[in-house]
């Protein structure tokens, strides 16, 4: 028996503001805690991926794109990334179960 296919998409909490720097970074300011959080120009790319997608998964597909990278080097430092952001109360995460829509229709 196999478990349905889990599908995660991601979300930027209210409280939280987030500001791109020009130096391809970003800040983030949790205005719950008033903490600050920073990444890099890799943390940046993978952030701006999540939020200009619908899923998890589009999200890897596109830096695959983008980037010369090991698919399971990419999931691993994407998922590490969402883990570390969620815990911070900067990012929330949904999962929800069933079939991937089609983006054709078919």
């Known amino acids: 028996m196999s478990d349905p296919q889990v599908h995660?998409?991601?979300s930027r909490p209210d409280h939280v503001l987030v500001q791109h720097l020009p130096d391809d970074e970003?800040?983030?300011?949790?205005?719950?805690?008033?903490?600050?959080?920073?990444?890099d120009g890799t943390g940046t790319a993978m952030w701006k991926a999540l939020m200009e997608t619908n899923s998890v998964d589009e999200a890897v597909d596109r830096l695959l794109?983008?980037?010369?990278?090991d698919p399971e080097t990419l999931r691993h430092d994407l998922t590490h990334l969402i883990g570390e952001l969620s815990q911070r109360g900067l990012l929330r995460v949904d999962e929800r179960q069933g079939a991937t829509p089609s983006a054709d229709g078919g």
């Open 8 to 10: 995660r998409s991601v």
């Open 26 to 39: 970003s800040v983030f300011l949790d205005l719950e805690s008033e903490r600050y959080f920073g990444l």
């Open 65 to 69: 794109r983008e980037f010369e990278v």
